[in-house]
């Protein structure tokens, strides 16, 4: 069996979890209050609306959510929406056979419409609006002109916060705006009037694909970003719900990436359009900060947590594939190893095949990035600072050469597996997952009710376990030999991603932030001391390509044996910080268990 099939087979049951009554986060159709509607000239493009269920109130995003009142006395302007869409990339050649899938041809109304999008998107000249996650833009469809302003989700990856406002023209009507926007923001309008920073040029199938989980319009849209003498093509189906559960959105992704290739993406046009005003790759986030309610089940927590994970998968993977931001490789292994803790903490909860694996699939992609993000590092930050400090030795400039041929060789790798479906139906299949919560599904009776309990008891385990751990493993720390630190190393890289996902359960302790201080410190110091080992491997794979590049691969081998008393002293200074830091989940409960120990099935009283 292929790993593709290994993951459809595993994901069957979030599938039938899916085509059922879902519970979670359902959202307003867009003929109820909270969407701008359609003219009935549209609404009757896709024929007569489905019959719903009474819809629940839609998800809300952290937007004003004081705009909406100030907004709503205009009849121009819609009140706050919140839109939830994933995009598919698809090579341009093959856009329109996925018109003729079969999920799209049993399940679409009818043929749809077609229209010509045009639109400008408009910033200040300091991009004040794009760094406050803001975009804004006039598009014109006919003869109709539709002032949009969206605002990203600080925490989910589909949904955004969108206002629409009517107006008569291209040009914008900043005053319908201004209540939505955060009074700073307001104050950089009127110092800094907007500018048309690029433009979109679309041609867009549209139509309606009713599924029993949820009503979604799928747009296949073909044009260009133009900007200046600069453009980018676009070739992409837009999933967006109207109606009914999120897990439709996945559903109907997994069944088109059965189809052909596709890409899951959330970067919209408008990060895409600006990227290319400004001539830019790809931004590369650090993770999102996750802020638990010390009062949510465990089985919330999971949710959030997975969130938090699938959001920073899905913004990495553009500048890691762009690759002329080495943070991008970086932060995407950084994803895929969180994403990796983040099932290994479940594991003790839902005991489920499925974990493995997703955590096999995440395994084998970051395997598939680990030689590029070392070439990295050894490229921007080895190379480049010993030949500025030895600038007498020759041969900096051949072993560089010799370095970027590695690199690009191992880049390539990465982008085939990027490329690859598997990578495709492992990150749509994840989607799928934690959108439907398929660790439920299976789940037994004392599982489910361990679900329920609340999620400060369990993060108080597991921080007390790993914790434990870590210092089991560095004991007599100074006299380690370098592969028992290489194993401190991990234990605390996993003690930082677990902390990352419980403390804020812990509440806003002074604590937990000089707890959260000490333990980064110690990672990055035992990050620095790791770097050197494998600087060590990659010159033994360049530094004989000649006697120009041997040289200067002996004077970084030599810079480094130097460096190594500096950094062994801020290692074990970090070391003592963090064996002597507080822990913040001790706080108020003193009848912690601390008898957990990990196994490979997971974490045992």
Not at 497 to 503: E, G, S, T
């Amino acid at each position: 069996m292929s790993e593709i099939d290994a993951i459809k087979q595993a994901l069957e049951p979030v599938r039938r979890l899916a085509g059922s009554n879902n519970q979670h986060a359902p959202i307003k159709n867009a003929a109820t209050p909270g969407l701008e509607q359609k003219p009935d000239s549209e609404k009757s493009d896709n024929g007569p609306p489905r019959s719903d269920p009474p819809p629940a109130d839609p998800p809300t995003d952290d937007v004003r959510p004081e705009a909406t009142a100030d907004a709503s006395s205009s009849k121009n302007v819609a009140p706050q929406a919140t839109e939830i869409e994933l995009k598919l990339l698809v090579p341009s050649d093959r856009l329109a056979s996925f018109n003729d899938a079969p999920i799209i041809a049993t399940n679409a109304r009818n043929k749809g419409t077609r229209k010509h999008l045009t639109a400008v998107y408009y910033d200040t000249p300091k991009r004040a609006l794009r760094r406050s996650g803001l975009s804004f833009r006039v598009r014109q469809s006919g003869a109709r002109f539709t002032q949009t302003v969206k605002a990203e989700s600080a925490n989910d990856p589909l949904r955004r916060g969108e206002w629409e406002a009517s107006v008569p023209s291209m040009m914008p009507d900043v005053a319908l705006a201004l209540p939505f926007l955060p009074e700073k923001l307001r104050d950089d309008l009127a110092r800094d009037p907007l500018e048309a920073v690029f433009t979109t040029d679309i041609r867009r199938h549209q139509r309606m694909v009713d599924l029993p989980s949820g009503t979604i319009e799928i747009a296949f849209d073909q044009g260009h970003l133009l900007s200046g003498d600069r453009s980018l093509p676009v070739s992409e189906i837009e999933l967006e719900l109207k109606s009914g559960s999120p897990s439709a959105i996945w559903e109907l992704a997994l069944r088109l990436a059965e189809h052909g290739p596709v890409k899951a993406s959330i970067r919209t046009k408008s990060a895409r359009g600006f990227d290319l005003a400004a001539d830019t790759p790809p931004s590369a986030p650090k993770p999102p900060k996750l802020r638990l309610d010390p009062s949510i089940s465990l089985d919330e927590a999971f949710s959030e947590i997975l969130r938090s994970c699938l959001l920073h998968l899905l913004q990495s993977l553009p500048a890691a594939e762009d690759g002329r931001d080495p943070e991008g490789m970086h932060q995407l292994r950084v994803a895929l190893r969180r994403l990796r803790s983040a099932l290994d903490l479940m594991r003790s909860v839902v005991p489920l095949n499925k974990l493995d694996l997703m955590r096999a699939e995440a395994k084998w992609l970051a395997g598939s990035l680990s030689g590029a993000r070392d070439w990295d590092v050894f490229r921007q930050e080895t190379l480049r600072t010993v030949a500025d400090g030895c600038p007498s030795v020759a041969g900096f400039d051949a072993l560089g050469g010799l370095a970027d041929e590695r690199r690009a060789s191992c880049y390539d790798k990465a982008r085939l597996a990027l490329a690859d479906r598997r990578c495709s139906y492992f990150v749509i299949g994840l989607g799928a997952w934690i959108e439907a919560r398929g660790w439920r599904s299976e789940v037994s009776p004392e599982g489910l009710a361990q679900l329920a309990t609340p999620a400060i008891n369990f993060a108080r385990n597991i921080l007390s376990a790993q914790h434990a751990k870590v210092l089991k493993r560095g004991r007599k720390f100074k006299s380690l030999p370098t592969e028992e630190r290489h194993r401190v190393r991990l234990a605390a890289k996993k003690l930082r991603y677990v902390a990352d996902f419980l403390l804020p359960l812990c509440g806003q302790r002074k604590s937990a932030r000089r707890f959260s201080r000490k333990l980064a410190d110690l990672q990055q110091e035992l990050g620095i001391y790791n770097d050197m080992a494998v600087t060590t491997s990659l010159l033994a794979d360049v530094g004989a390509g000649s006697i120009d590049s041997g040289m200067a691969a002996a004077a970084i081998a030599g810079w480094q044996a130097h460096a190594m008393v500096g950094v062994e002293a801020r290692l074990l200074e970090a070391w003592s910080g963090f064996t002597g830091a507080k822990v913040p989940w001790a706080v108020d409960a003193p009848e912690q268990p601390t008898q957990l120990v990990q196994t490979n099935a997971g974490w045992l009283r």
